[in-house]
């Protein structure tokens, strides 16, 4: 904790002035004129309280001592275990520019809309427990310098013949991309980081510690090569696209652009401490009764949300029920179905969910075996084994819809007389289809949802990125 210069009472980053406050006298002091007298000397480190999480092992720092006692990765209302550490200086930091009731409002108006989302989301005394975190980003710096040659050429059609120009285009080339930005936390999802994206890297400011005083980081503890192709793809789609639309160049059919590139490019990031930076979110943990997470987290500098929308099982049912029964009704009413028709369309309805339930399944396999998640792949590989995959990722809940299937094939075949075999089949095919579509409902909230995380085999990390 910083001491007011002028009272000694406690000092934290105030928002609106983006300045540091002291708690009892109100004076705003420049967060850099305090660093200067604090860490005079010492560049490259700067002490912080690690707080860890004893149930899940989660960890974040900060530069507070004092510490609320919950863990925002498991929600686990617990005391924290702190230990003091130096850790090697973020060179960059975008600090909030959304306060924390600026954040409530934002989450307010998403789950305002979410009709089906359990009423203890909406809870005030719940939204209290937003809390203020920095997330470490590597920022990537790369340059493309130099003469480049590319062949282009160009056709005039005439009569009788086409005319084709082939020219040999040299450029020199001075662009340099800096701040493209990947999350360097492997506890912090890649779908979520995603989906709050971008920050403005270009407005990060200069890192200091008393920076960080009323809020948490969370530790870097991917490396930085990780997302080293992704940054020079990214760059290099850009400036591709960048030549093919330049005024002087954009006559030219360029057939050797892409390929030419991939021997091109440089990225500056040759030791990965030349670019990590913290970036701003409002985070908000709910633990379920299932004991399951959801997470709310909020682009603390542009108002972006991503947030874990579980559905309340009972509502959801009440309100399917009514609109299903209203359905029935209004078909009937209008147009009386054949027996035929019932039965197709029944079985129709069955091809759909068999579909719907295998993209669920598929997507619960993706993302709680985190393989879209480049961070903690690369760190501590798939987790194919994971109880959601082995409970929810089977085919037992697909098996109404594949009887339905079954039965309205095997009467469509024997094609019996009587009206009444059709429409028991549709009645009989619908039923499965129901029992299947609860089936999917379930698979929803479990993707909508996380497992209770578990970080007590993280260990090793980064190495620059971690203490010295
Ligand atoms: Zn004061
Ligand atoms: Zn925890």
Redesign the pocket.
């Known amino acids: 904790m910083y001491a007011c210069p002028s009272c000694g009472g406690g000092l934290r980053f105030d928002i609106p002035s983006q300045k540091l406050k002291c708690d009892h006298c109100e004076t705003l002091t420049d967060p850099y004129s305090l660093e200067e007298r604090k860490d005079a000397g010492m560049d490259n480190t700067f002490g912080v309280t690690v707080f860890t999480?004893?149930?899940?092992?989660?960890e974040v720092m900060t530069t507070d001592e004092s510490i609320t006692g919950f863990?925002?990765?498991?929600?686990?209302s617990?005391v924290l275990d702190a230990r003091m550490e130096n850790h090697k200086r973020p060179q960059k930091i975008i600090t909030f520019k959304k306060t924390k009731e600026d954040c409530k409002n934002i989450y307010r108006r998403l789950v305002g809309g979410a009709i089906f989302a359990p009423k203890e989301l909406k809870d005030p005394d719940y939204l209290e427990k937003f809390r203020g975190i920095y997330i470490p980003y590597w920022m990537y710096t790369i340059t493309y310098d130099g003469p480049y040659s590319i062949s282009g050429t160009t056709t005039e059609a005439s009569v009788g013949y086409i005319n084709t120009n082939h020219y040999k285009i040299h450029c020199d080339m001075d662009v340099e991309y800096t701040g493209i930005s990947y999350d360097a936390s492997a506890s912090f999802d890649d779908h979520v980081s995603e989906a709050i994206s971008p920050f403005m890297s270009a407005h990060a400011q200069d890192f200091t510690p008393p920076m960080l005083s009323g809020f948490y980081a969370d530790t870097a503890d991917v490396d930085s090569s990780v997302y080293r192709e992704d940054a020079l793809k990214a760059a290099q789609n850009n400036l591709i696209a960048g030549i093919r639309s330049n005024n002087t160049l954009n006559k030219y059919t360029m057939t050797d652009l892409d390929s030419s590139f991939n021997s091109m490019g440089k990225v500056e990031c040759e030791n990965a401490e030349a670019g990590l930076g913290l970036f701003p979110v409002w985070f908000l943990t709910y633990r379920s009764s299932k004991n399951r997470v959801a997470y709310a987290v909020v682009n603390a500098e542009s108002g972006e949300i991503s947030a874990d929308l579980p559905v309340s099982i009972p509502k959801y049912i009440i309100s399917s029920m009514a609109v299903a029964a209203a359905i029935f009704a209004l078909l009937f009413f209008l147009f009386t179905p054949t027996p035929g028709i019932a039965l197709f369309a029944a079985a129709a309805f069955a091809v759909i969910s068999l579909i719907v339930y295998g993209a669920e399944i598929h997507a619960i396999k993706r993302r709680h075996g985190k393989y879209d998640d480049k961070g903690f792949y690369a760190k501590y590989g798939a987790l194919e084994n994971q109880d959601d995959i082995r409970r929810y990722c089977t085919a037992s809940g697909a098996v109404g819809s594949i009887l339905a299937i079954i039965a309205a094939i095997a009467i469509a075949i024997w094609q019996p007389v009587d009206d009444w075999i059709y429409y028991a089949g549709a009645i009989g095919a619908i039923i499965g289809v129901c029992i299947t579509m609860s089936a999917i409902i379930r698979r929803v909230n479990i993707l909508n949802t996380r497992p209770l995380?578990e970080?007590h085999f993280r260990k090793g990390g980064d190495d620059s990125a971690k203490d010295l």
């Not at 863990?71 to 686990?76: L, S």
């Open positions: 999480c004893p149930q899940c092992g989660g863990c925002m990765f498991c929600g686990a617990t995380p970080f």
